[in-house]
């Protein structure tokens, strides 16, 4: 099977800018979840999306969304962008009743 | 309540040594706990995982002991090698909240050759 996959791997905006991640899920797979990476601040749970409905949400301003589609493949929005949105955006997928989460290799955001 | 504490922040061990990350929560609420490992550049990839009623997990050279009293749970790699230098975080969720993992800072281990 393919792991999950995320496109692009690496993007450069500006501020005030909106910018559009996307991830494929693991086939078979209908939960997705994005998470946040930074240096200081870790690895933060954004939000989760099961069978195209908003399951579970992290404490993000609401700049950052979300939706899923049909297939499963999901994306993330963030609006108005700010120097502190630089970061490595991670999505994982899971099994619906599973625990396990697999992640994909992540979109390096730069925000200047 | 939601925070996992995860130490120490680095690790340097000796090839053939044993490596031991420690991880603590407050939240009895959770009910699954895995390892990631990272690789710069990469995504967090599953290591091993254990459920609270169980003592200890192994798989390979890697065994998770969980302490549900002290409400701890580590991971020690036996005989380390210099490819398990990454970062390693632990996590913990909730059934009842889906794919929420709650991570700790992680550890970045690096074992000499």
């Known amino acids: 099977k393919a792991g999950v996959t995320q496109t692009p791997r690496y993007l450069i905006k500006t501020r005030g800018q909106q910018v559009t991640l996307s991830c494929s899920p693991i086939?078979?797979?209908?939960?997705v979840s994005w998470y946040q990476q930074t240096p200081g601040q870790g690895l933060q749970f954004l939000f989760e999306?099961?069978?195209?409905?908003?399951?579970n949400k992290g404490n993000f301003p609401g700049r950052f969304s979300g939706r899923q589609f049909s297939n499963s493949r999901s994306e993330m929005n963030v609006s108005t962008l700010e120097l502190g949105d630089s970061a490595l955006y991670l999505c994982?997928?899971?099994?619906?009743?599973?625990?396990?989460?697999?992640f994909g290799p992540g979109t390096r955001l730069t925000v200047l | 309540q939601q925070q996992v504490k995860q130490s120490p922040q680095s690790l340097i061990v000796q090839k053939g040594g044993i490596s031991i990350i420690n991880c603590a929560y407050e939240?009895?609420?959770?009910?699954?706990f895995p390892w990631y490992q990272q690789f710069p550049g990469k995504g967090p990839a599953l290591l091993i995982a254990?459920?609270?009623?169980?003592s200890e997990k192994k798989e390979g050279r890697f065994t998770i002991s969980f302490n549900k009293s002290a409400k701890q749970f580590s991971l020690h790699i036996m005989d380390s090698q210099p490819g398990d230098s990454a970062t390693y975080f632990c996590?913990?969720?909730?059934?009842?909240?889906?794919?929420?993992?709650?991570f700790g800072q992680g550890t970045e281990l690096s074992v000499k050759p």
């Open positions: 994982a997928s899971k099994a619906g009743a599973g625990n396990e989460q697999f």
């Open positions: 086939s078979g797979h209908r939960s």
């Open positions: 999306y099961f069978s195209e409905t908003q399951r």
């Open positions: 939240n009895t609420a959770f009910d699954y």
């Open positions: 254990i459920r609270p009623d169980v």
């Open positions: 996590a913990a969720s909730m059934s009842n909240q889906g794919g929420k993992l709650i």
